[in-house]
């Protein structure tokens, strides 16, 4: 695991595109920390986001409520519509988001109980 950083086709160029519209980019993960970091450095794409919320740190995981409530806080956001949680984990990404009030988008091929639901990347342009 600690080793693993294999990343989705096109994933580095649709960051590219989010980072040249100017989105805050953030990781909200479950794990450990050293772990994450390393497998973002591996992968390229640790630049990429201005934050990087991970359990081991926070103290929660996803899809507890004060998880999303450090980093809705952390990034001051005063206006939940908008934030986006782009993730592929029913459980924790979308019924967390869900749960706080966050609009959600399910990245994978089965259907589950999203704001959004693709199965490519640059489906995720569309909705922005």
Known sequence: MNNSHELVDGALQFLDYLKRKGYILCTATNGVFNTQMKRMKDAGILD?????????????????????KHCIETLEVKDLS???MIGDTYTSDIIGAHQFGIDSCYYGV????ATYHVEELEEIKSIL
Do not use: A, C, M, T
């Open 48 to 68: 990429y986001f201005s934050h990087h919320f991970i359990s081991e740190e926070i103290g929660y995981e996803k899809p507890h409520h004060n998880f999303f």
């Open 82 to 84: 908008e934030v986006l």
């Open 110 to 113: 089965r259907q589950v109980d």
